[in-house]
């Protein structure tokens, strides 16, 4: 999940776990107040109620109809007084509610009882006139009061999720907004490669994690980018300063060769000798180009090339070399523009990923023959090799780029593992894309994908 997503589900978990504890403590509270207050009214009416009945003198049947047109009566209102007998000298002409000898008793020992059944709520309490201890129990349904909970659960429910939607969306925007340092940030190391290490990230005089982060990145990059300058010097000056000593051991080893009265003894010596320095020649010649195609972009000369025609050539140089070679090249379909055939690249290094591709086939390939077949797509060309050799072990797959990488089953075949690194490197400069599908004793499949230049 990116960090953007996580900031704005936690802000909104947190800002909806405010809501929700806010919500329930007004609900509570509120819940809690209803229910103090209107016992307060219960208790106030049962007061009443005995007071008109004992010290005013007020008629049972008189007091009836006062509570029944009262305009302060309560919903289902009941209304009931005992004697000391337990005998009702007044009801409000409902239902009394159903009570025990025990619960008057208590009531009368001065315990003040308050109960509910369902949405109804009862209280008990005692009153004393002159002598005599009565006990009224008064109940009835604080309708007004529910609806306005209910009302205010409601508005608490819908303002509740609106609040958390709206709070959703803010924090989408804030955490973007949040972000978008770090979104630049990113965008930035994306565009920096191994062919534009000089490039760096953008910082200011602020003194925040971010500019932090991107000072020691620039640090990081400084010292990679020492590195590999060093490296790539060492591998082109090393290469260089092996080619001319070889050369002049081969020259010298080819004239030696050419005399007529050598011993074969040491005329067997000599070729061995060549042989081995001719495989040094090709190590230093792959180190070379390796590094001039680890090289930076900027310094490689790009044009408008045809695939074909370097096809082509490559095909003729290594038939010159390995004249046992078997290849074959074909169109699956001629494209009907000669623009489709055009990539933007390097010729030199193009002509050594295909010649590269075209020696393997050959080379790992018990018939020595290699086919390639050309496709055209409407953005990109696509050049595909196939051997029928003894494939690619599956262990060996995911080492194949790595240069120097041999084989234990390709160890009696001559060569370097600098082929195939070398091939990415150049694929990759021209913004191509190079894959390997290879089985067992079946062979192997290279397929090349450039962009066209017109693209």
């Known amino acids: 999940m990116k960090i953007r997503n996580k900031l704005t589900l936690r802000f909104t ?20 107040y209803r229910r103090i207050e209107f016992y307060n009214r219960l208790e106030e009416k049962a007061f009443t109620t005995v007071r008109l009945l004992k010290e005013n003198g007020i008629n049972a049947e008189v007091l009836r109809t006062i509570d029944r047109n009262e305009i302060t009566s309560l919903y289902n209102e009941e209304v009931t ?25 208590q009531v009368r020992e001065g315990k003040k009882i308050k109960l509910h059944r369902g949405q109804k709520e009862v209280l008990a309490l005692n ?32 303002g509740g999720l609106a609040s958390v939607v709206l709070v959703c969306i803010a924090g989408w925007f804030f955490s973007g907004n949040a ?34 982060l991107a000072r020691t990145f620039n640090e990081m990059l400084a010292r990679l980018e ?32 050419m005399q007529h009265n050598l011993p074969d003894t040491y005329k067997a010596k000599f070729e061995s000798i060549l042989e081995e320095i001719r495989m040094m020649n ?7 180009e390796l590094a001039r195609a680890s090289a930076d972009v900027n310094t490689i000369s790009f044009s408008k090339v045809r695939i074909d025609e370097i096809l082509w050539q490559a095909q003729n140089e290594l038939l010159k070399k390995n004249p046992e070679c078997h290849i074959i090249i074909d169109f699956e379909e001629q494209p009907s ?19 590269n591709l075209i020696e393997n086939g050959c080379k790992y390939s018990s018939k020595k023959s290699v086919n390639i077949w050309l496709l055209f797509k409407p953005e990109s060309i696509i050049i595909r090799f196939v051997d029928k050799g003894e494939g690619i072990a599956a262990e060996d797959l995911p080492h194949i780029f790595e240069p120097f990488y041999r084989s234990q089953r390709t160890r009696h075949i001559a060569g370097h593992g600098i082929g195939l690194p070398l091939t ?16 067992e004793n079946v062979g192997t499949i290279a397929t090349i994908t450039l962009p066209i230049a017109s693209v």
């Open 424 to 439: 990415l490197k150049i694929i990759q400069l021209h913004k191509g894309h190079l894959q390997i599908e290879s089985h």
């Open 81 to 105: 007084i005992y004697n000391e007998r337990n005998q009702i000298i007044y009801d409000s002409g409902n239902t009394p509610y159903p009570v025990s000898t025990d619960f008057l008793q």
């Open 13 to 32: 978990l947190l800002v909806a776990a405010i809501l929700l504890l806010f919500s329930l403590s007004i609900h509570y509270f509120y819940t809690l």
């Open 226 to 257: 020492e590195s590999f300058a060093s490296q790539k010097i060492f591998v082109s000056h090393a290469s260089h300063e092996l080619r001319t000593p070889l050369a002049i051991l081969t020259s010298q080893l080819e004239v030696e060769l």
């Open 337 to 355: 523009e000669e623009d489709a055939l055009v990539v933007y690249g390097n010729e030199s290094l193009l002509k050594r990923a295909l010649m």
């Open 179 to 212: 972000m978008q340092p770090v979104a630049a940030i990113v965008g930035q190391v994306k565009a920096i490669t191994a062919s534009n290490l000089s490039a760096r990230l953008e910082t200011n005089e602020n003194q925040d994690e971010l500019n932090q």
């Open 127 to 158: 009153y004393m006139h002159d002598t005599t201890k009565l006990v009224i129990v008064v109940s009835a349904i604080d309708k007004y009061g529910f609806d306005k909970v209910d009302i205010l659960t409601n508005v608490l429910v819908v």
């Open 282 to 288: 090709q190590l230093a010649n792959g180190l070379l």
